[in-house]
């Protein structure tokens, strides 16, 4: 029997199945790749999507592969620690340590790992990864009836920046991303 479960020895040609549109960075890809194919949204940098890696009271560290698109199992955390919120990246963005920035969504329930969803900055958590500055938005979701208590509330704590500095974070990240997508496509 063939793929398609048509008996093998008929004459009828089998079919070729129908490929997916490509990702525009790797033409061995049949899926959509979350960094590359999934906009940012028509409202960014105020309004974005956001994929997410790793759900709400995890303890499993998952990851995007940057090669596949697809969400990998980092590690498991062997202590008390969990993911406090949903975290995970903005696509089409590019952050020094060659990553898409990172975001942690703050919101009520956990999110299933590869789903995306709409959020907005609420401030910006600069850290340092060994040299390298890693930047990581605080978000809320766009929809989360919670978010209409501390709407218009100020978010200044300790080394958290307000959401105008994340708002331009995101618009740099874009066009930093913009710029390595017209240098990779050259090549």
């Known amino acids: 029997m063939s793929e398609n479960g048509e008996e ?12 997916r549109i490509l990702s525009s960075l790797s033409k061995r890809s049949v899926a959509a790749h979350p960094w590359h194919d999934l906009e940012i949204g028509p409202e960014a940098p105020q309004i ?11 303890k499993v560290k998952y990851e995007l592969d940057k090669k596949t698109g697809l969400i990998k199992v980092d590690r498991v955390l062997y202590s008390s620690v969990v993911y406090p919120h949903n975290y995970g990246f903005i696509p089409r963005t590019l952050c020094e340590d060659n990553d898409p920035i990172d975001v942690l969504v703050l919101m009520q ?6 789903c995306f969803l709409r959020a907005r900055a609420i401030g910006l958590m600069p850290m340092i990864d ?5 930047l990581h938005l605080i978000a809320s979701l766009r929809s989360d009836a919670s978010l209409k208590t501390n709407e ?7 080394d958290f920046l307000p959401a105008s500095v994340a708002l331009d974070a995101i618009q740099y990240s874009m066009d930093l991303y913009a710029e390595y997508i017209l240098h990779t496509l050259r090549r």
């Open 130 to 134: 060994g040299t390298i500055e890693n």
């Open 48 to 58: 974005f999507n956001c994929v997410v890696e790793i759900t709400k009271g995890s």
């Open 152 to 158: 218009h509330k100020e978010v200044a704590v300790n």
């Open 109 to 114: 329930e956990p999110v299933l790992p590869g």
């Open 8 to 19: 093998a020895g008929e004459n009828r040609p089998v079919p070729r199945l129908n490929e």
